[in-house]
């Protein structure tokens, strides 16, 4: 973000989606994990070795093979989810903040469509950071509307920037939008 928002008149932020290196890693790993186990299990079930490590035809295919099989077909699931949500890039899209128009116009890629939501300047009350530290931190700028306690979250999940840099976008935006900025202690 510009660190001077007080002389523009618009401002978009690109959001970043679930095309991150974790989820490759994962998507990897789950589909690695998956063909092994469906593998194994037609190794029990054959008696032929399909893969070239241990020695799966030995195993029992009543119960060993088809939990093992069981196994395969779910991590196979999990990972053509995952692989999907990579493909079309959930969670991406796009903040929008114009002072010509006084609007507010906030856009992701949902599962099935794209989700485009805009809110007028005077509906907003407040920018508020959602910063919780612990075993799953999170650090992220929300918009608290008017005549509504939960906030619109701005930045993407996952994201977890450094506190100060978070602090500082957070005082910036207030500053853009001419609202107060709430969550710092």
């Known amino acids: 973000m510009d660190s001077n928002f007080s002389s523009l008149k618009k401002i978009e932020q690109k959001i970043n989606g679930s095309r991150k290196l974790s989820n490759y890693l994962v998507g990897g790993m789950l589909t690695i994990g998956g063909v092994g186990f469906i593998l194994a299990s037609l190794s029990s079930y054959t008696g032929r070795d399909l893969l070239p490590l241990g020695n799966p035809s030995s195993l029992l295919f009543i119960p060993q093979g088809i939990i093992m099989g069981a196994y395969g077909v779910i991590a196979n699931l999990l990972n053509i ?12 899209g796009y903040n929008r903040f ?5 609007v507010i116009e906030i856009s992701r890629k949902g599962l ?3 989700i485009n939501v805009k809110i007028a300047f005077d509906e907003i009350k407040s ?6 530290e612990g075993f799953n931190p999170r650090r992220r700028i929300g918009l608290v509307l008017k005549g509504r306690k939960k906030i619109m979250p701005l930045s993407s999940s996952g994201d977890l920037k450094p506190l ?3 602090e500082e976008e957070g005082a910036r935006l207030a500053k853009f939008l ?5 969550g710092i202690k």
Not at 81 to 92: P, T
Not at 98 to 102: I, S, V
Not at 178 to 182: G, H, P
């Open 178 to 182: 001419s609202v107060n900025l709430e």
């Open 127 to 132: 920018v508020k950071l959602d910063i919780s």
């Open 112 to 114: 099935f469509k794209e």
């Open 164 to 166: 100060l840099q978070v």
């Open 98 to 102: 114009d002072k010509d128009e006084k």
């Open 81 to 92: 989810y995952l692989w999907y949500m990579v493909y079309i890039n959930f969670g991406s």
